[in-house]
Nanobody
Framework: QVQLVESGGGLVQPGGSLRLSCAASGSIFSISNMGWYRQAPGKPREMVATITVGGRTNYADSVKGRFTISRDSAKNTVHLQMNSLKPEDTAVYYC?????????????WGQGTQVTVSS
């Protein structure tokens, strides 16, 4: 059983920073791709950033240069450093773990953490 627990959300002013963390239970973290997604009210969930087992990263155009995803395999944790936050970054942020075994892909999701950017 895989559990993902997010932390670090909150209220921040425009231009501020937040760091989200996601701790994964179980023994599959080291063989799984990780990612952060977000969902704003009335909008579909969208990819924010992903990081592969090998450390290759990918970002949504809207966050490039402002957000940084990283992973700590020793602690089974993935982080999302968010700088220069904008009101449009306001959303519930979800941690994702993607496990691929041969051709079968299984996704696990955290419960979400609210990020609100407002003055």
């Amino acid at each position: 059983q895989v559990q993902l627990v997010e932390s670090g959300g909150g209220l921040v002013q425009p231009g501020g920073s937040l760091r989200l963390s996601c701790a994964a239970s179980g023994s599959i973290f080291s063989i799984s791709n990780m990612g952060w997604y977000r969902q704003a009210p009335g909008k579909p969930r969208e990819m924010v950033a992903t990081i592969t087992v090998g450390g290759r990263t990918n970002y949504a155009d809207s966050v490039k240069g402002r957000f940084t995803i990283s992973r700590d395999s020793a602690k089974n944790t993935v982080h999302l450093q968010m700088n220069s936050l904008k009101p449009e970054d306001t959303a519930v942020y979800y941690c994702n773990l993607e496990l691929t075994i041969v051709v079968v892909i299984t996704n696990y999701w955290g419960q979400g953490t609210q990020v609100t950017v407002s003055s």
